[in-house]
């Protein structure tokens, strides 16, 4: 079974800063997938990006940017210039047939 | 539109009144599952489905049935429902084929067991 850490439970910044949301996962398959999800307040899950284990390239979309470090198993989640509305519960998952998420990281962002 | 449907969206019920939570997705997707989502423990897998007629445990089935009869359909039945099972429920499913496994969420079902 894969397992999933996410350190942080709580992050709180002021908007404009940059914040990373960490995640470092275990899994014994070779092939496996990595997911990030966003939890709004109101309570939906929100798809944000799924990257594939053989692929390392980091990835930039807007103010996000995703670090995947296989070696570290690290699949590490910055927001640029944070702003109230990325207020939410924040979800890494690596995913194969066996679907695992990690706790979340609430994060706050203050005006 | 392609979506999860999750039937109801809330619900307050009382211990050992046997209830049943819909869920249905009109993607065609091979794979359905269950989640319950719970303050600090964040999303735990309760019973998943690779296909029709085939069902698995995840980390929490306990108190929990499920069936695949038809592909679009997962219902979660709670026989015997106790107040330690009241929490926010997810279905999802996602498409096996190909390389995605990206999961397609309901928007909840929020139960209460009083």
């Known amino acids: 079974a894969q397992k999933v850490t996410q350190a942080q439970t709580e992050i709180s910044v002021v908007e404009k800063e940059d914040v990373t949301l960490d995640c470092v996962y275990e899994?014994?398959?070779?092939?496996?997938?990595l997911f990030w999800y966003k939890q709004p307040p109101s309570g939906e899950l929100v798809f944000l990006i799924r990257?594939?284990?053989?692929?390392?390239q980091n990835e930039i979309s807007g103010r996000y940017s995703w670090n995947f470090q296989k070696s570290t198993s690290s699949f590490n989640f910055t927001i640029t210039a944070s702003q109230v509305v990325d207020s939410a519960v924040y979800f890494c998952?690596?995913?194969?047939?066996?679907?695992?998420f990690g706790a979340g990281t609430r994060l706050t962002v203050k005006p | 539109e392609a979506q999860v449907t999750q039937n109801p969206r809330y619900l307050i019920t009382v211990t050992g009144k046997k209830l049943t939570v819909t869920c249905s997705q009109n993607?065609?997707?091979?794979?359905m599952s269950w989640y319950r989502q719970d303050p600090g423990l964040g999303l735990r897998q309760i019973y998943y489905?690779?296909?029709?007629?085939?069902?698995d445990k995840g980390d929490v089935p306990e108190g929990y049935k499920v069936s695949r009869k038809e592909k679009r359909n997962f219902p979660l039945i709670l026989e015997s429902p106790s107040p330690n099972q009241t929490s926010l429920y997810f279905c999802?499913?996602?498409?096996?084929?190909?390389?995605?496994?990206?999961?397609?969420f309901g928007p909840g079902t929020r139960l209460t067991v009083l």
């Open positions: 999802a499913s996602s498409s096996l084929a190909g390389v995605s496994y990206e999961q397609f």
């Open positions: 489905s690779m296909n029709v007629e085939v069902t």
């Open positions: 990257r594939n284990s053989f692929d390392e």
């Open positions: 998952a690596p995913l194969n047939n066996d679907m695992r």
């Open positions: 899994t014994r398959d070779t092939t496996y997938y």
């Open positions: 993607m065609n997707h091979e794979y």
